[in-house]
């Protein structure tokens, strides 16, 4: 009994480690799957770096204050990948499915967040990508319909 529970115990730690590390310039961040570029477009730290980077601070219902958010907006990730649909189903590291409206990206300046107040977002904090709208500047985000698709730890997207 008392080695299983050492088997467990370091099982977690591991676990722990491995999601408080950044991610390399090389990790797949994020896949692209669906009406894509070649059915399927994977992105790395390194290509999202070459995009054009927005940033903006807003209440979110997880977080205190107004954290600065910085990343990529969503609507280029999509350009990025010679996205042609309505809708993305967005998917997290822990199964979490939403679909989004392709609209709500070209309507609002939604990020693919990397940052929040300057600070790389890792596996145990909501990273490392995470879809954030901005809140603040429009009312109507403000709805429950669009809390839920706020996704953090973003790791796939399947476009409709």
């Given at each position: 009994?008392?080695?299983?529970?050492?088997?467990?115990?370091?099982?977690?730690?591991?676990?722990?480690?491995?999601?408080?590390?950044?991610?390399?310039?090389?990790?797949?961040?994020?896949t692209?799957?669906?009406?894509?570029?070649?059915?399927?477009?994977?992105?790395?730290?390194?290509?999202?770096?070459?995009?054009?980077?927005?940033?903006?601070?807003?209440?979110?219902?997880?977080?205190?204050?107004?954290?600065?958010f910085?990343?990529?907006?969503?609507?280029?990730?999509?350009?990025?990948?010679?996205?042609?649909?309505?809708?993305?189903?967005?998917?997290?590291?822990?199964?979490?499915?939403?679909?989004?409206?392709?609209?709500?990206?070209?309507?609002?300046?939604?990020?693919?967040?990397?940052?929040m107040?300057?600070?790389?977002?890792?596996?145990?904090?909501?990273?490392?990508?995470?879809?954030?709208?901005?809140?603040?500047?429009?009312?109507?985000?403000?709805?429950?319909?669009?809390?839920?698709?706020w996704?953090?730890?973003?790791?796939?997207?399947?476009?409709?």
């Amino acid at each position: 009994m008392r080695l299983q529970y050492h088997i467990v115990q370091t099982a977690l730690m591991t676990a722990l480690v491995f999601m408080a590390v950044p991610v390399a310039a090389e990790d797949v961040l994020l896949t692209l799957t669906g009406a894509v570029r070649d059915g399927r477009v994977e992105m790395t730290r390194a290509d999202f770096d070459t995009m054009d980077w927005h940033e903006f601070s807003t209440s979110t219902s997880v977080t205190d204050g107004r954290p600065e958010f910085s990343g990529v907006l969503m609507r280029d990730i999509l350009a990025h990948a010679e996205a042609e649909g309505s809708s993305v189903r967005a998917t997290a590291l822990n199964d979490y499915v939403v679909d989004i409206p392709v609209e709500d990206f070209h309507r609002f300046d939604v990020l693919a967040a990397l940052y929040m107040d300057d600070v790389p977002l890792t596996r145990r904090d909501k990273g490392p990508v995470w879809i954030v709208y901005p809140r603040d500047n429009h009312g109507v985000l403000a709805d429950i319909r669009y809390d839920m698709r706020w996704v953090w730890q973003l790791v796939a997207l399947h476009v409709q």
